[in-house]
Structures are given as C-alpha cells and as structure tokens.
C-alpha cells in the first residue's frame, strides 16, 4: 500500500536522502529508526507530500494521516471537539459527535472534562492525545507517526500501544518514528534504520539490536538495555 523507489532529497545542495527504498503492506506497523538529522522526518514529509523528492518515486493507496514531530504544528482550532472533528467535518462524514467520543475514548482523553478546553492550553502528553485522535477520527489508511511517544508519561505509552494494535487490527498502515526501541518491540513488524540518509537496515526486531551493537548506533535511554540484552527483552515483547 505504500511504496518508495529510490527516493532522493537534496535542500540547498546538500544530499539529505540517497536513494531510499521501502515497502509497507496494508495494516502493517513499521518502525523507523536513526540519529538526529538522519533524514526521518524528510523522508515523512516526503510520503506525505509536504516536500517533493528530487529524485525516485512514492505511491500510496489511499489517505494519509501526518502527526508531526512537534506537537504545536498539529493543532489550530479553538477548542478540542471542532479540532479533533475537523477531518470528518471536511470528509462530510455522519455522527460526528458520536465520532468524535470515540477516537477520544481510544486515545482515553475524558470527553467531557476535555472537549470544550483549547488545545493550546493542553499539558505535551494531552496535545498529542487530541493530535492522535484527530488523525484516527479521518479513518486514513497509512498514518506517519513522528515521535509519537516523544514525552510521554508510561501511561500514556501503554496508552499509544493500545491504540495502535487497535487500529492496525483493523487494517490501518503505521509507519512510526521514534529512538524508542522498547516502545518500536511492542508494536512494529519490521523496523528500518535509516544512516546517513540511506536505508542501513530493514528486518525484525532481534536482529535491528545486532546491527545497532555493530554500527555504534546506541538509541537513547532504556534501550541501552535491550541492546545488551536482546534475549531478556523478547520475554517483554508482547507483554
Ligand atoms: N529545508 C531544509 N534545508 C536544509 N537542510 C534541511 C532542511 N530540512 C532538513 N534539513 C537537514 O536535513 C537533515 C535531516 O533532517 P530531519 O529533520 O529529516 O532529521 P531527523 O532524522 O528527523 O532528525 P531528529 O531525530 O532530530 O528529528 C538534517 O541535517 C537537517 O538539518
Ligand atoms: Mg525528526
């Protein structure tokens, strides 16, 4: 359902993506993985259509939902019902309050302690609830999710977990960026490092850890532990 082709980038003649390649099937969850300044956000705003490649090709069935890595870049309208409505307003979709309750429900935002307050005023973990919610209410079929769990408390990563086996059960596509390896275990089917503009790896989970001990490439935080210890991780896998 999605496919990139030996997609290139360049701004202001530096060369921010090479020749990247990737293909995702439909519900499948994929992880995106690299340093700061790889090129993962370009390459989103790429699928997305936010930039344009200068060279390759991306095709995509269907719609596409685009949470941005900062959460402010999300969020516009005055109060949280007619920002998280927006999408199935403009889709002309029916039962929008009803819609509405639910995508709050499975981001677990309290709808009525929540729907009349402004987005702006939100705590971080909130606007990205509300954000979530909003993509999830416009029913695409690829959502690109930048750092998604970025700032947020472990509730709310338990949180995101469930919403994204939710919806990936019903067949949507996720392709997610994030350091986070232990949040990425939980919930991709293959995960992809992206190293100096280029695709350095695609596979499974045990594996990525292999290569990240090889590479020098150390993902932040508690994922320390897992590269070291890959084998005591996968009992935590599917938990
Ligand atoms: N419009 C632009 N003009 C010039 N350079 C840019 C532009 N946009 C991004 N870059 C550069 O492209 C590289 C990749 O940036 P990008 O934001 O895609 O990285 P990233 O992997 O998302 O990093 P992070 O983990 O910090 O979010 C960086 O070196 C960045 O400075
Ligand atoms: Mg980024």
Not at 43 to 70: C, H, M, N
Not at 187 to 213: S, W, Y
Request: with cysteine; aromatic share 10%; charged share 30%.
């Amino acid at each position: 359902m999605l496919k990139v082709d030996g997609v290139s980038f360049e701004a202001n003649g530096k060369k921010i993506l090479n020749n990247v390649s990737l293909e995702m099937r439909k519900g499948e969850v994929r992880g995106l993985l690299g340093p700061n300044g790889s090129g993962k956000t370009t390459l989103l705003d790429l699928i997305a259509g936010v930039k344009k490649p200068s060279g390759g090709s991306i095709t995509v069935e269907g719609e596409i939902g685009y949470l941005f890595q900062f959460p402010e870049r999300n969020i516009f309208a005055e109060n949280v019902f007619d920002e998280i409505a927006f999408w199935a307003r403009n889709k002309k979709m029916s039962q929008i309050n009803d819609r509405v309750r639910n995508v709050m429900s499975s981001v677990r935002l309290d709808f009525n302690g929540f729907y009349k307050r402004s987005p702006f005023l939100l705590s971080y973990g909130e606007k990205r609830k509300v954000s979530i919610a909003s993509i999830l209410i416009g029913e695409p079929d690829l959502i690109l999710f930048d750092e998604p769990d970025a700032g947020l408390s472990k509730k709310s990563m338990e949180d995101l977990i469930y919403t994204i086996r939710e919806y990936s059960e019903k067949g949507i596509s996720f392709l997610i960026v994030s350091h986070n390896l232990v949040f990425l275990s939980k919930i991709t089917d293959k995960i992809d490092i992206l190293l100096n503009g280029r695709v350095e790896f695609e596979g499974q989970f045990e594996e990525c850890c292999e290569l990240c001990r090889k590479l020098h490439y150390k993902p932040p935080f508690e994922c320390e532990l897992i590269l070291n210890f890959p084998e005591i991780f996968t009992k935590f896998k599917n938990s």
